[in-house]
């Protein structure tokens, strides 16, 4: 049985307020939002039951509003206020119901400034219906599958009403719990609802909430909190350029990089030096000037330390640099286990401004033991290596442009792993 569709508006039976009809024929009950009384829509408006002293949950949206979802006008006629509980944590939202003379019955629900539209699932389901207890039982993760959509399980909740004002195509009752068990694809969410024996399949979308609060004339709209699981992904602008040039820049960089240092490994000499012979001259020619010339210094340390003088002169036996490098090398066992510090290596950068034999002294100007059981440095060893072309700077290039395509190509992923932070699920 169905009210008249004509009824534009009615007296409350109860207080005698008067109340706008806005849902259509389908209307089951009228919830009188001046003194709580819930009336039957389809018996000449009889009061059922009576909500007092009832808090109004805060939400932008009125009864009353029209505005568009997705294209299509809709006007909120009922206001249900909303909550969880679980382990001493309380969420709270609204679901508006919202009526189109075409389009039908949904949802309209705001929660932590984010909105999200809800009906009916006309498609089948496989599996035609998933309970609490069949998530418990499960293995793995459940998925569900309707039409060509993947969905996986999300959560499970048990909710309550809080408030009812307004029109409904069903019956509402204040704080009887309803079991949903919920399941996501990218950009929709099953709902698998069941309150006492009736069992309903919804699926829910996100909504843009500017647009949304906007269609309903809504000026000064609430600020969304955290990341809801329906939200999608937004890219940002040439996204897909930037990751992708970004990728390919580091791959070169990092090539070009690998090839300097692979070129100028040959151009080397090694000089074996015995510390009793030292001080001790070694030249070594520069074919090419203005290019980065490498020394490095390794001594036999074992559990004590060098201080090597070098001094170098060019082809008119004028000083270049007189520097020192410390070589040291300590190890032992403890406690915790075997431990070593140190480098027995250093290394010296210069550029050479013109061609020709070079003269590098090297001395042994101190050296020590530690605690008295390390052994003495006896070898010295000089490498130098000249028309250096280094992969440092490219190296840092690659890193950079790295970086940059990591964040890019990360963006997606820590955005599903957020959306999905609120799952129930665990692997364990």
């Given at each position: 049985m169905t009210r008249q569709p004509d009824i534009k508006s009615i007296n409350c039976t109860s207080c005698g307020a008067g109340l706008d009809v806005l849902g259509g024929g389908r209307v089951e009950v009228h919830v009188c939002g001046y003194?709580?009384?819930?009336?039957?829509?389809?018996?000449?408006?009889?009061?059922?039951?009576?909500?007092?002293?009832v808090a109004r949950p805060d939400s932008p949206f009125r009864i009353g509003m029209e505005g568009l979802i997705e294209g299509v006008p809709f006007t909120i006629i009922g206001t249900l206020g909303m909550e969880e509980s679980w382990r001493g944590s309380t969420w709270q939202w609204v679901d508006h119901q919202v009526f189109s003379p075409t389009h039908g019955y949904g949802y309209l629900t705001v929660e932590s400034g984010h909105v999200t539209f809800t009906r009916r699932h006309r498609l089948g389901t496989s599996p035609s219906w998933i309970s609490p207890s069949?998530?418990?039982?499960?293995?793995t993760r459940p998925v569900i599958r309707s039409g060509n959509t993947r969905y996986q399980y999300y959560e499970t909740t048990a909710s309550r009403v809080t408030f009812i004002e307004g029109e409904f195509n069903w019956r509402p009752r204040m704080n009887t719990l309803a079991n949903t068990v919920s399941a996501i694809s990218s950009d929709r969410m099953l709902s698998f609802r069941a309150t006492g024996m009736e069992e309903e399949v919804h699926i829910t979308q996100y909504l843009p909430a500017a647009e949304t609060f906007a269609a309903f004339g809504i000026d000064t709209p609430p600020s969304a909190i955290g990341t809801h699981p329906l939200k999608p992904y937004a890219k940002g602008a040439h996204e897909g350029f930037l990751k992708w040039?970004?990728?390919g820049f580091a791959v070169v960089a990092l090539l070009m990089a690998v090839m300097f240092s692979i070129l100028s490994f040959p151009n080397s000499d090694i000089h074996e030096l015995k510390v009793r012979a030292l001080p001790k001259e070694i030249p070594f020619e520069i074919v090419h000037p203005n290019r980065l010339a490498v020394v490095k210094i390794s001594a036999d340390v074992n559990n004590s330390w060098a201080f090597i003088g070098l001094t170098l002169t060019d082809p008119e036996d004028i000083p270049v640099f007189e520097t020192g490098r410390t070589v040291e090398r300590y190890s032992g066992r403890d406690a915790d286990g075997s431990w070593s510090e140190g480098r027995n290596a250093s290394t010296l950068r210069f550029i050479p401004r013109q061609a020709?034999?070079?003269?590098l002294e090297v001395d042994v100007e101190e050296s020590d033991t530690w605690?008295?059981?390390?052994f003495a440095v006896r070898n010295?060893?000089?490498?130098?290596?000249q028309?250096?072309?280094?992969?440092?700077w490219m190296l840092m290039v690659a890193l950079g442009f790295g970086l940059f395509a990591l964040y890019h190509h990360s963006r997606s992923v820590l955005h599903h792993y957020w959306r999905m932070r609120g799952s129930d699920w665990s692997d364990d």
């Open positions: 003194c709580g009384s819930e009336l039957n829509a389809q018996d000449d408006y009889k009061v059922l039951q009576t909500f007092s002293e069949s998530v418990e039982i499960s293995e040039s970004a990728t020709g034999t070079y003269t605690n008295r059981i390390g010295v060893t000089v490498t130098t290596r028309g250096v072309i280094s992969g440092f």
